[in-house]
């Protein structure tokens, strides 16, 4: 069951428009999908299981390595190519065009998501949230981010006090966190943050951590809100 709770609409102007925030949310690793199979199977054993697992991780991407598509129940993929070619004659340039896979959910994800139910709960202390965050380098919105580049969110209560080295953007992954130290714009819905050069490859999920109270002082306990999809590098 999804638990939310409503808040503030930034993106529109009518004054009295909410939006439904998610509450709650366990993001499951393979181990813990692993686990859940074996709960559910317990004849197949855990390394069989995890074995199963990688084996499909590993021929999907050698299917998109070799500029293939994948029409799956649980994801539809397809290779595009970012970037301007300057002509006929232009060829890709990895220094100026960028391969990219574009992620659909596939027909069973779509019906699980149809089926999910839904829990109204109480808006507990207003946390941050985001809505949309735009990689300023490649112009792409919600989907990646570029190492040295310019990352823009934007959403409600993103403010960070800046006198507090706990506050920030961090960009978290499986190796852990990694926090974004230059703030070139620290307003309420909007934060605009430097991204490293040596920025790993890999999926991001991005988070802002703020003491900052709606009354503009700063709170002892830290509000943290992330963007509810992956960005990758």
């Not at 829990?119 to 380098?137: N, T």
């Not at 934007?154 to 960009?171: E, H, Q, T, Y």
């Not at 605009?192 to 109270?213: C, F, H, S």
Request: one cysteine or more; glycine letters at 8%.
């Amino acid at each position: 069951m999804l638990q939310y709770s409503l808040v503030e609409n930034m993106l529109t102007a009518a004054p009295d428009d909410l939006m439904a925030v998610p509450l709650n949310v366990h993001t499951y690793s393979l181990a813990e999908v692993a686990r859940r199979i074996l709960a559910r199977h317990p004849g197949m054993g855990l390394s069989q299981i995890n074995a199963v697992i990688e084996e499909f991780i590993e021929e999907v991407c050698i299917i998109v390595e070799d500029g293939g598509a994948l029409n799956t129940p649980l994801f539809n993929a397809h290779p595009s190519i970012a970037g301007v070619f300057g002509g006929a004659a232009d060829s890709y340039d990895p220094e100026r065009h960028r391969a990219r896979i574009n992620l659909q959910p596939g027909v069973r994800m779509r019906n699980a998501a149809a089926r999910m139910k839904m829990q109204k709960e109480q808006a507990p202390d207003p946390r941050p949230f985001i809505v949309e965050v735009l990689d300023v380098v490649s112009g792409t919105v919600n989907q990646q981010l570029t190492p040295g580049g310019v990352v823009q969110l934007k959403g409600g209560r993103l403010k960070l006090v800046a006198s507090n080295p706990d506050n920030g953007i961090f960009l978290i992954s499986g190796s852990g966190a990694i926090k974004l130290d230059t703030i070139v714009e620290n307003k309420p819905s909007r934060l605009i943050a430097m991204l490293p050069a040596n920025l790993p490859q890999g999926a991001y999920t991005v988070e802002v951590r703020t003491t900052l109270t709606s009354s503009n002082k700063e709170s002892r306990s830290m509000k943290t809100g992330w963007f509810d999809r992956q960005l990758t590098v």
